[in-house]
Each structure stands twice: as structure tokens, then as C-alpha cells.
């Protein structure tokens, strides 16, 4: 797909990560559309980027969204499902015996706002992009965490599900010419990171990581860059993690 060309939304594209995947693909052409929760960043976007307030958890304000982007822009492109919430909680907490298991509430609301969200998106926009015969592309950002993280059930539950959405999607969307791939990242430099992790956790990551760093929010948009560009990419989940899971 010529990325010049292409109509892009990226979900939760207002801070962190999904603002670096917006503003690369708007450096190298895209006309990209921003839809975040956060009214206050959305609205701190620079000029030439076009923002929406968007619950990406509620079906029916995405498939109004989806719907007024196609009157304005003619087709949706690519969606980028990057909106999420990174949550940590483990399973047991022996230091809390009132609350000693890991809250039920709080595992649902972090499955909503990582799983529920990426299948509502994608649910509204590739309504759209099967309406009017897109060939597109849906990326997914889905997490090292993936593999199953020490403190993040349900983060990594969540993502897991990311990543068993992405194959399944690449398997019945393809035969529709709508393509779908999901980027890994690892650990990268964002302020969530650095909120959700102590220094000394961070020092242990880059030590065991083979490039001795954190990524940055560039790296991982390059990678979303070139799933979209490459035709003949489907399916695959991309890791970006400077070599930490070999
Ligand atoms: N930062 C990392 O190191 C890292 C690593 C692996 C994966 N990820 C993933 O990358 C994505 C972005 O993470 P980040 O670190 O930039 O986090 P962040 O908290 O900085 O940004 C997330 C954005 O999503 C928005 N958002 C959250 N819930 C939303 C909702 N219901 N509707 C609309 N927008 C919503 C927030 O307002 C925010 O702008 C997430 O999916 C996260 O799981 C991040």
C-alpha cells in the first residue's frame, strides 16, 4: 500500500506511543486521524493532525466515527488499534490479606480496554472497508507481555488476545484484501513506562535486553510503517524488543 496516500486512524494517538505511530505516517504522507479518550490531548494535537474523543470501548460511537470518517475522507485505509491501558496486579498479594487475590473488576476492566476495544474498532472499520471494497490493512499493537508477564494477568491475557485476534483476522479478512499484522513492542521509553516501572526494574530490562536500551516510540512506527507497506505481509506479529525474548 503506498503510504503517501493512505487514510489512516490510530486509536489512543493523542500521547505515548500512538502519537510517535501518528505523527511518522503523517511525516511520510498519510492523511492521519487521531481517536483518543483524552479530550486535553486530543486537543494539544498539532494543527495539521485531525482528532476525535473517542471511547474505543463502545461499538456505537465507533461505527459513528468509522461512518463520518468515510463521508469525509472517502475510505478508511488503516486502522491502528493502539489504544490501551497498561495494568499491572499479581494474581496474589499476600502483603494485603483484605484484598489478598487479584481484583475481579479490575481484571475486566483491563480485558475491556486492551481485548474488547481491539474487536470494536476493527468490528466498525471493517464494516466500512467491506462496504466500499478497501484493500486495507489493520495493525495491531500488542505487547511483549504477550508471552505471559510476572504481575500483568490480565495485560498479558489481553494481548495474548491481540495476537490470536491478529491470526484469525489475517485468515478470514485476507480472502477480503484486507490484510492484518500486529507490532510487539517491548519495553520502551514512554512516560507509561517509566510510570509503570521502578528505576532498578528499568536498569534490570536494559541489562538483560542484548542492545542495552529501551526502544523508542520511532522504532516501533517504523515497524507499523512497513506492515502497512508490505503487500504480502499477514498474519505476522512483530516483535520489537531489541532482542530481549532470544
Ligand atoms: N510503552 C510501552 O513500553 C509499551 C510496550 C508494549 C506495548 N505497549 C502498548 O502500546 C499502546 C500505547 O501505550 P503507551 O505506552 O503509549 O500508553 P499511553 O497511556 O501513553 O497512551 C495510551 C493512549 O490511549 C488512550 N486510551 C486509553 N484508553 C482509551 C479508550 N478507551 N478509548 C480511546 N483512547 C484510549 C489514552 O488516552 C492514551 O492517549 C498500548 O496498547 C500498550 O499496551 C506499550
Same mark, same amino acid.
Given at each position: 500500500?503506498?503510504? %503517501?496516500?493512505?487514510?489512516?486512524?490510530?486509536?489512543?494517538?493523542?500521547?505515548?506511543?500512538?502519537?510517535?505511530?501518528? &505523527?511518522?505516517?503523517?511525516?511520510?504522507?498519510?492523511?492521519?486521524?487521531?481517536?483518543?479518550?483524552?479530550?486535553?490531548?486530543?486537543?494539544?494535537?498539532?494543527?495539521?493532525? %485531525?482528532? #476525535?474523543?473517542?471511547?474505543?470501548?463502545?461499538?456505537?460511537?465507533?461505527?459513528?466515527?468509522?461512518?463520518? +470518517?468515510?463521508?469525509?475522507?472517502?475510505?478508511?485505509?488503516?486502522?491502528?488499534?493502539?489504544?490501551?491501558?497498561?495494568?499491572?496486579?499479581? +494474581?496474589?498479594?499476600?502483603?494485603?490479606?483484605?484484598?489478598?487475590?487479584?481484583?475481579?473488576?479490575? #481484571?475486566?476492566?483491563?480485558?475491556?480496554?486492551?481485548?474488547?476495544?481491539?474487536?470494536?474498532?476493527?468490528?466498525?472499520?471493517?464494516?466500512?472497508?467491506?462496504?466500499?471494497?478497501?484493500?486495507? @490493512?489493520?495493525?495491531?499493537?500488542?505487547?511483549?507481555?504477550?508471552?505471559?508477564?510476572?504481575?500483568?494477568?490480565?495485560?498479558?491475557? @489481553?494481548?495474548?488476545?491481540?495476537?490470536?485476534?491478529?491470526?484469525?483476522?489475517?485468515?478470514?479478512?485476507?480472502?477480503?484484501?484486507?490484510?492484518?499484522?500486529?507490532?510487539?513492542?517491548?519495553?520502551?521509553? &514512554?512516560?507509561?513506562?517509566?510510570?509503570?516501572?521502578?528505576?532498578?526494574?528499568?536498569?534490570?530490562?536494559?541489562?538483560?535486553?542484548?542492545?542495552?536500551?529501551?526502544?523508542?516510540?520511532?522504532?516501533?512506527?517504523?515497524?507499523?510503517?512497513?506492515?502497512?507497506?508490505?503487500? #504480502?505481509?499477514?498474519?505476522?506479529?512483530?516483535?520489537?524488543?531489541?532482542?530481549?525474548?532470544?
Amino acid at each position: 500500500m503506498e503510504l %503517501e496516500s493512505a487514510v489512516i486512524l490510530v486509536t489512543g494517538g493523542a500521547k505515548g506511543l500512538g502519537l510517535g505511530i501518528a &505523527t511518522h505516517l503523517q511525516e511520510r504522507g498519510a492523511t492521519v486521524i487521531v481517536a483518543d479518550l483524552d479530550a486535553k490531548s486530543v486537543a494539544a494535537l498539532p494543527k495539521q493532525m %485531525e482528532g #476525535f474523543v473517542l471511547d474505543v470501548t463502545r461499538l456505537d460511537d465507533a461505527r459513528d466515527m468509522a461512518a463520518k +470518517m468515510v463521508t469525509q475522507h472517502g475510505r478508511i485505509d488503516v486502522l491502528v488499534n493502539n489504544a490501551g491501558v497498561i495494568y499491572s496486579e499479581p +494474581m496474589v498479594n499476600i502483603m494485603n490479606p483484605l484484598g489478598m487475590m487479584h481484583d475481579y473488576d479490575r #481484571f475486566r476492566a483491563s480485558i475491556t480496554a486492551n481485548l474488547d476495544s481491539v474487536f470494536i474498532m476493527t468490528s466498525a472499520v471493517v464494516e466500512q472497508m467491506v462496504l466500499r471494497r478497501t484493500r486495507g @490493512a489493520i495493525i495491531n499493537i500488542s505487547s511483549i507481555s504477550a508471552c505471559g508477564n510476572e504481575g500483568q494477568t490480565a495485560y498479558s491475557a @489481553a494481548k495474548a488476545g491481540v495476537n490470536a485476534m491478529t491470526v484469525t483476522w489475517s485468515k478470514e479478512l485476507g480472502k477480503l484484501g484486507i490484510r492484518c499484522n500486529a507490532v510487539a513492542p517491548g519495553f520502551i521509553d &514512554t512516560d507509561s513506562t517509566r510510570h509503570a516501572l521502578s528505576e532498578s526494574i528499568v536498569k534490570h530490562i536494559q541489562s538483560n535486553t542484548p542492545l542495552r536500551r529501551l526502544g523508542k516510540a520511532n522504532e516501533v512506527a517504523k515497524a507499523v510503517a512497513s506492515l502497512i507497506d508490505n503487500d #504480502f505481509m499477514n498474519g505476522v506479529v512483530l516483535d520489537v524488543n531489541g532482542g530481549l525474548t532470544i
